[in-house]
């Protein structure tokens, strides 16, 4: 079984698309559909054309830059970030599935949206591996929620512009996060308009879910962030240990034709080091994970601060479920508790000041994947109980 589902035989043109002959969980009913995202003007971050002549760096040059990310943010800052752009009038290709409960919605009116991270595609939702433990599309399903999941830009059935610096940066996905919200409350998604949108991301669809709702916090009724923590202070550990390849050259089989700023986890054990936590996994999910990861661009890692760090006036209810081993989001001790009092998950509540209710659950042994642990149908009853007491 494993071996089928890690076969690749698409076009290049799709770039490594995963799971092809999967249609999503016995229980829903799912369809794939390609929305072309037309985004208003808005800020991006300049990258002065110096970082990467052509757009398309060696890999040596992709690394240096990566080095010099990490050694001084600050210093990268001023050498390649400064001044101001602005995009006008681009539009994406966006990929996404609108999964329906068969045995009928339970929850009229109500949509779960489900932001996957770096290194994934929104198949991290529903990766067609014993759904019956690791799809929370599944296990949402059986709830009666409708969910959709979308493929962000650069990364599964969604569009790969060439320019992954000013294209494909974190600016860019939250425009389109919002396009998106927008259209599930006009009914542009699945044809049936929303009132009410549960936002369930992980880790940097946790940072972009936080972004969005401090821009359009009425746009969403709750949030639920996995993977995810206010303290930076172990990011630059957890990029380097990326050890990042050229996806072009790390699977040559799925990602030719990409340029040099589209980038994977160089190897199998640095994508162990960032996302599971040993050895708490089915023994199968480390090498099915890797062979389906998917490219992150330079341009999202060197912008990630640009939409991080800000205040939330959102006033619905935060759920953060982050695993006590999560090393990007906490080197590997959620369990510290940096003021004598409070954990670093509790403590980041001071994000949403004027939420309704901030609560925490952090599964035990389990990395920054969760949904690649054994601990993943813990992780999604607690999810859905929490999502169901809101309904009540
Ligand atoms: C602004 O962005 C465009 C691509 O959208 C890029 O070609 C141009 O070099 C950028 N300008 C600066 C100053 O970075
Ligand atoms: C881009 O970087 C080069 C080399 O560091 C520098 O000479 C140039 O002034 C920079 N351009 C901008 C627009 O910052
Ligand atoms: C769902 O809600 C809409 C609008 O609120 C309503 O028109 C429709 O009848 C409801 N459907 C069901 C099955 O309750
Ligand atoms: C779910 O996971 C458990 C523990 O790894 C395993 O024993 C069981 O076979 C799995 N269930 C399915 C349906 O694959
Ligand atoms: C959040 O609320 C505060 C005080 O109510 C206000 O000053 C601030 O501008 C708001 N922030 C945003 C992003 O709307
Ligand atoms: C972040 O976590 C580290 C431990 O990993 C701790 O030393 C530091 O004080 C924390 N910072 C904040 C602002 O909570
Ligand atoms: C920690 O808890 C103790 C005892 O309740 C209290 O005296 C102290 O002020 C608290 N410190 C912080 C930083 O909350
Ligand atoms: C916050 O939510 C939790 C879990 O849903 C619940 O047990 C608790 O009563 C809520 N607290 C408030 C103040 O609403
Ligand atoms: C080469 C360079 O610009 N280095 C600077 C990096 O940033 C520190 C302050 O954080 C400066 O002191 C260095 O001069």
Not at 11 to 23: M, P, R, V
Not at 98 to 111: E, R, Y
Not at 306 to 328: C, E, K, Q, Y
Request: hydrophobic share 35%.
């Amino acid at each position: 079984m494993l071996a089928l589902l890690s076969t690749f035989t698409l076009a290049a043109i799709a770039y490594g698309s995963s799971n092809t002959n999967y249609n999503g969980p016995s229980n829903a009913h799912c369809v794939r559909t390609t929305y072309n995202i037309a985004l208003p003007t808005y800020s991006t971050l300049p990258f002065n054309s110096s970082l990467a002549p052509g757009l398309d760096p060696s890999t040596a040059a992709m690394t240096e830059l990566t080095a010099q990310y990490v050694t001084n943010p600050g210093n990268f800052s001023q050498a390649y970030l400064s001044g101001s752009n602005s995009s006008t009038g681009a539009a994406y290709d966006i990929s996404g599935v609108l999964c329906i409960p068969k045995a009928g919605d339970k929850h009229n009116g109500t949509v779960q949206l489900l932001v996957h991270g770096l290194g994934f595609d929104s198949s991290y939702w529903d990766w067609g591996f014993q759904p019956e433990n690791y799809s929370y599309v599944m296990r949402a399903a059986a709830e009666g929620y409708t969910t959709f999941r979308y493929d962000r830009l650069g990364t599964g059935e969604s569009e790969h512009p060439f320019d992954g610096y000013h294209e494909v940066q974190s600016l860019t996905d939250v425009q389109i996060m919002i396009s998106i919200l927008t259209l599930l409350h006009q009914g542009g998604i699945g044809g049936k308009a929303y009132s009410s949108v549960l936002g369930v991301g992980h880790s940097y669809g946790s940072t972009q879910l936080t972004a969005a709702s401090v821009v359009v916090p009425n746009l969403l009724s709750a949030l639920v962030l996995t993977g995810f923590s206010a303290n930076a202070t172990s990011f630059g550990r957890a990029i380097a240990s990326m050890a990042f390849s050229r996806a072009d050259e790390g699977q040559p089989d799925r990602f030719t034709g990409l340029p040099g700023s589209y980038i994977i986890p160089g190897l199998p054990q640095s994508n162990q080091i960032n996302f599971l936590y040993y050895p708490f996994y089915d023994p199968d999910v480390a090498p099915y994970s890797y062979a389906n990861v998917e490219p992150i661009t330079q341009g999202v890692v060197f912008s990630l601060a640009a939409i991080s760090g800000s205040r939330s006036n959102f006033t619905g209810p935060v759920h953060l479920v982050t695993g006590d081993r999560d090393w990007i989001f906490c080197g590997s001790q959620c369990g510290v508790k940096p003021d004598g009092n409070h954990t670093i998950l509790e403590l980041t509540d001071i994000v949403f000041p004027k939420s309704s209710n901030f609560t925490v659950y952090s599964p035990e042994n389990t990395g920054h994947g969760l949904n690649l642990h054994l601990s993943a149908p813990d992780t999604y009853t607690n999810i859905l109980n929490w999502l169901g007491a809101l309904s009540t």
